[in-house]
């Protein structure tokens, strides 16, 4: 279970030789203004003679490291004298140079009244973006080197004046201090590194990453399994070409995006010689500093216009949660045989800030490295089947094989993280905090190879069971990697019934995932929530069990299913599933609804189902037993499903026949937001009880649902046949980023349309007789479509979101609502 811990972390901050080790030289410090003593942003600094050079971020902070042999430190900015620093070779220095001011002019560089100079350079750069573009390529693979280092380096006084925190500090103490530019203690909590083998495809866009080695150390990260899948190059893309980056989840707007002028502010500051190559410097910061975009400078080579190489930053003013500071530096290589540019190294900083005063802050570093790019003709379609594969171990030993095929030799402090690490774990108090956060994030506790949980059901309160308890757990790959078994027991005081589940999964295959699973159950359930899955809702579906229940039944099912991915993105589903319902409320049918004979009040179904999804581009990671779906897919996923019920299969009192078609989407709008579209259509081709319909999930509770209608009350709708579309647009900031005073609270606008329009057949609504239409039974939707709006602000005390629902439709019906706020709590970036 710590492995989904290390999933979150990854989200959270990420949803980034030779034969033997080289000394290294490393310097870092601040760069300021020789006479106000303010910083300098976005000053050179490189070593004499080598292209190692970097520029200051937004603080002025800079480090820089190298194996070449070196000396010197060249310290430059438009406007100030250049400085040289002798540096002592192979060690780590620390220093502060301060720059004087020099009034120049630009000899490459004629500034001419009327247009902006750095226009002229950047209209070009971003016309012949497409030229160099990888996209136009067939397909290429290439080796990628990743390091991953992750630190505790911001703790509030309360967690640092803890014991196990003073004593962890003492452990890192005793074998190297470590300490962020800021003077604040440093806990080593994740180090990595691993080379893989990238594999890319255009048309259709396909990539794979063959992980070849990888060496983890990390707390929180279990036996490693999906952290292998996780610490490559497959999961972090910076291509500063597309208009729009995804970070976070988030659309960042790229300062060499077609729209340029509406976005960023330029300004060409230098011209540089790299190698006989003149590059022209020119700095970009966002029109609105709220705004999802960076702050940086770039290098574009004089003639061809291509990107040589870029620094972009995200400060804390950028509206984005718990994500005070993040630098990306990234250097570029053209291909001339090609005409493509290609990424040769990229290293990420990130800056957390501590989440709800919990949770401390981090400092997280991402360096990678590309070699041996190779132009090849495409691999087929069903090599990209999964998108990440982690190769068997090498047949060298470990430290032979790393010493060969590092891209860049460890430096001294990340060699000593690997014990220190070891060391904070052996800390008894360091397991227990692992496993309260686990059981915080997850629901479960792991309990050797039993996860215990989930909590949300431990305690419910309602009028037919009374105060229910409920236990329960699942098995863990400790204890098979082939088998999991999922349990819980629970009991009701008041009606006296246990509850129970009991399901076994044996995972038949890995590559591709291939499982079958058999569930037996027997609870109570609510007529309004049958269609809501309680893994995917639980607190929805935990909270709906508290007080009054609607139209609640007793189900007693046994399921027999079978998954198989076909491939990539394509999977499929069978099963067969009987279900014995003994409603709880006032319910009754007659078996030939012609001469009201064979009256029923329980009935039992015996059904077969066939589905199938599909998921184009998706990507998944394998959690143990569990397949994981990561990332936000940019194509929509399809749903077809099929049910068949058989009359006389296992006493199943009906035949029937049931098709149901889903689609989800997330929609990327440069510019304006996000879009999420969930659509879904159904019909019953058959005569059969109402329980059996479509019951449209209402919510008459205080807490928004993403799977409700909400302000729709429980059991109001049933149908036979519908369609439904929920869309909930996102604007991330950009409309309440431009209100003054309310920029300053970084609130998020939301906007909602709930819309499902449905029917019933003359045959089944005569089945449903007086149930239909009467005061406490339900409605049809033959006149007109159910339609709700909505509109709402989200990230208020970065937590809280508040909607506010209008609904427009069947506004005469009895106890509605015509206007509604829902509540949610989320953390978010």
Do not use: C
Request: glycine share 8%.
């Amino acid at each position: 279970m710590r492995k989904i811990y290390f999933i979150t972390f990854i989200h959270l901050i990420i949803l980034l030789l030779s034969t033997r080790i080289y000394a290294q030289t490393e310097v870092y410090g601040y760069v300021k203004d020789a006479n106000t003593q303010e910083v300098l942003p976005f000053v050179n600094v490189y070593f004499q003679g080598t292209q190692t050079g970097i520029t200051t971020d937004i603080k002025g902070f800079f480090e820089i490291k190298t194996t070449k042999p070196v000396d010197t430190l060249v310290v430059s900015y438009i406007g100030y004298k250049s400085k040289k620093i002798d540096v002592p070779a192979n060690k780590v220095t620390e220093i502060e140079v301060f720059l004087e001011q020099d009034i120049i002019s630009l000899k490459e560089v004629l500034v001419r009244p009327g247009e902006n100079p750095a226009f002229k350079v950047m209209r070009k750069a971003v016309e012949k973006k497409k030229d160099y573009s990888e996209k136009k390529l067939e397909a290429y693979e290439v080796e990628s080197y990743t390091k991953i280092e992750a630190y505790i380096d911001k703790m509030t006084p309360t967690l640092e004046n803890r014991k196990v925190i003073q004593k962890i500090v003492a452990t890192v103490d005793s074998i190297a201090p470590l300490r962020n530019k800021k003077g604040q203690k440093m806990i080593p909590i994740f180090f990595s590194e691993s080379i893989s083998k990238l594999y890319l495809r255009n048309n259709p866009q396909l990539s794979k990453e063959e992980v070849i080695n990888s060496n983890i150390k990390g707390i929180l990260v279990g036996d490693n399994s999906i952290a292998q899948q996780f610490v490559g190059s497959a999961f972090q893309k910076y291509d500063f070409y597309d208009d729009w980056m995804e970070l976070f989840g988030k659309q960042f707007v790229s300062p060499l995006a077609n729209g340029w002028k509406l976005y960023y502010d330029y300004e060409l500051t230098d011209s540089i010689e790299i190698e006989g190559n003149i590059y022209y410097q020119i700095e970009f910061e966002p029109k609105n500093k709220k705004n999802l975009a960076f702050i940086g400078k770039m290098l574009i080579e004089k003639g061809t216009y291509a990107l040589k190489s870029i620094n972009a930053n995200i400060t804390e003013n950028t509206n984005i949660n718990y994500l005070s500071g993040m630098q990306i530096d990234q250097e570029m290589v053209l291909f001339e045989d090609n005409n493509v540019l290609l990424p040769e190294t990229v290293n990420v900083k990130l800056d957390v800030d501590p989440i709800l005063g919990v949770y401390p802050g981090m400092y997280v570093q991402f360096n990678l490295s590309y070699q041996d790019y190779s132009f090849i003709d495409p691999k087929p379609k069903d090599f990209f089947d999964v998108p990440v594969k982690v190769l068997p171990k090498p047949i060298l030993a470990e430290e032979e094989f790393w010493q060969q095929k590092r891209h860049v030799p460890l430096n001294e402090g990340n060699q000593q993280i690997s014990s220190m690490i070891d060391d904070i774990r052996d800390i008894r108090m360091v397991k227990t905090y692992e496993d309260l956060l686990e059981f915080g994030l997850t629901g479960y506790f792991e309990w050797g190879k039993l996860d215990v949980g989930p909590y949300p059901y431990l305690y419910t309160y309602n009028d037919v069971e009374g105060s229910r308890i409920q236990i329960g757990g699942r098995t863990n790959d400790l204890l098979s990697n082939k088998w999991e078994l999922d349990a819980y027991l629970g009991f009701g005081e008041r009606d006296g019934e246990f509850k129970y589940k009991a399901s076994l999964t044996h995972i038949l295959s890995r590559a591709p995932w291939r499982t079958i699973n058999y569930t037996h159950t027997y609870d109570l359930n609510q007529l309004g929530l049958k269609d809501v899955n309680p893994d995917d809702n639980p607190f929805f579906y935990a909270s709906s069990r508290f007080g009054t229940l609607i139209k609640p039944y007793y189900n007693r099912t046994n399921q027999l299913n079978f998954k198989s991915d076909i491939r990539n993105g394509l999977s499929v589903e069978t099963g067969i599933k009987t279900s014995d319902i003994h409603p709880d409320f006032d319910f009754g049918f007659y078996e030939n609804s012609m001469d009201s004979t064979g009256f029923q009040s329980t009935f039992k179904t015996s059904e077969l189902s066939v589905g199938i999804r599909y998921a184009k581009g998706e990507k998944f990671l394998i959690d143990g037993n569990r397949k994981l779906v990561v990332g936000r897919n940019s194509w929509p996923v399809l749903t077809l499903k099929y049910n068949a019920g058989i009359k006389g299969l296992l006493d199943g009192d009906f035949n029937y026949h049931q098709l149901t078609a889903g689609m989800s989407y997330f929609i990327t709008y440069d510019g304006i937001g996000l879009g999420k579209l969930n659509m879904e259509a159904g019909r019953m081709f058959s005569t059969v009880p109402y329980p059996l319909l479509k019951v449209h999930t209402g919510n008459e509770g205080y807490f928004f649902s993403g799977a409700a209608f909400n302000l729709m009350n429980f059991y109001e709708f049933v149908s036979d046949s519908y369609v439904s579309m929920k869309y909930t647009h996102y604007f991330e900031g950009i409309i309440l980023n431009n209100v003054p005073l309310l920029k300053k609270l970084n609130w998020r606008l939301v906007g909602i349309t709930n819309v499902v329009y449905g029917g019933m057949s003359s045959e089944n609504k005569k089945l449903a007789g007086e149930e239909l239409g009467t005061e406490n039974g339900f409605l049809t939707l033959n006149e007109k479509p159910y339609v709700e709006l909505g509109y709402g602000i989200e990230n208020i005390f970065k937590v809280i979101r508040v909607d506010f629902y209008h609904r427009l439709t069947y506004l005469d019906n009895p106890n509605i609502s015509k206007f509604g706020v829902k509540i949610n709590f989320q953390i978010i970036l």
